[in-house]
């Protein structure tokens, strides 16, 4: 298999993942990717194609998952003062503004924009679609035979997955497992952790663990909805990016 296959294909593992976390959708068709065609995208990406693995068993549960029980808990794990927040900033203690910089310089370099749905850059459906975009950048430089900018957005994806979302993925699956009440949320978490490590590896960064001893805590006050205040980009971050 190709290189820009297997990049497409997991930027399509990824999206699938986005949509698990996603609130429920009014057309469960997206949800509807039969076995041999799972089993396809999955050997794509170079992953185990066995299509009853952890992705099958989410988008199943998917399908079948009672939409009213869906849409309340995905309210009561993320949104508001949910009990498992999405978004890095919740689960990072740095300093937010920078944090929410260095994401929002990211998606600047590579002139990528949110789908305005009032996501919060650092909310985890918004970086996983962006780290999908970086990875369909990649294929096509890498399809085109442009090996500066594949070495451009190679490295940025790197640096993506190692500093935000690697840093936090995993604590909020571990927190994820510890809150949620419906069976899809935890399958959804078993399959992000499986697309997200396998496309780690991939690209070259270390297993996804987070910081260490870092622990879940919440701040008084802090707003944990997926809502960008005002739609705009923060100054600064990530203009250390030279595209080619």
């Known amino acids: 298999m190709s290189a820009p296959v297997a ?3 997991q930027a399509d593992l990824l999206l699938l993942a986005a949509r698990l976390f996603s609130p429920p959708p009014a057309d469960r068709a997206l949800f509807d990717v039969d076995a041999e065609t799972l089993a396809a995208m999955l050997g794509a990406a170079g992953m185990d194609p066995a299509p009853n693995g952890a992705i099958g068993r989410a988008l199943e549960a998917a399908r079948i998952a009672d939409p009213e029980a869906w849409r309340a808990e995905h309210t009561r794990l993320f949104d508001g003062s949910g009990a498992c927040p999405m978004n890095e900033t919740v ?24 789908v305005e749905r009032g996501e919060k850059l650092d909310c985890l459906v918004t970086e996983l679609e962006f780290a999908a975009v970086l990875l369909a950048m990649l294929a096509e ?3 085109a035979g442009s090996p500066e900018r594949a070495e451009v957005t190679l490295a940025a994806l790197r640096s993506f997955f190692a500093d935000h979302l690697g840093e936090w993925l995993p604590l909020f699956c571990e927190r994820l497992r510890e809150t949620a009440a419906l069976g899809l949320f935890l399958d959804a978490a078993e399959a992000l952790e499986a697309v997200f490590g396998h496309v780690a590896a991939e690209i070259g960064v270390p297993a996804p663990i987070g910081p260490e001893g870092a ?8 707003p944990f909805t997926c809502g960008m205040a005002g739609g705009e980009f923060r100054p600064g971050g990530r203009d250390d990016i030279d595209l080619v």
């Open 141 to 143: 430089a890498e399809r």
């Open 91 to 114: 689960h990072i203690r740095r300093d937010k503004g920078a944090i929410l910089a260095d994401v929002a310089g990211f998606y600047r370099a590579f002139g990528w924009r949110a």
């Open 7 to 9: 990049r497409l294909a």
């Open 215 to 222: 622990p879940f805590l919440l701040e008084e006050g802090t």
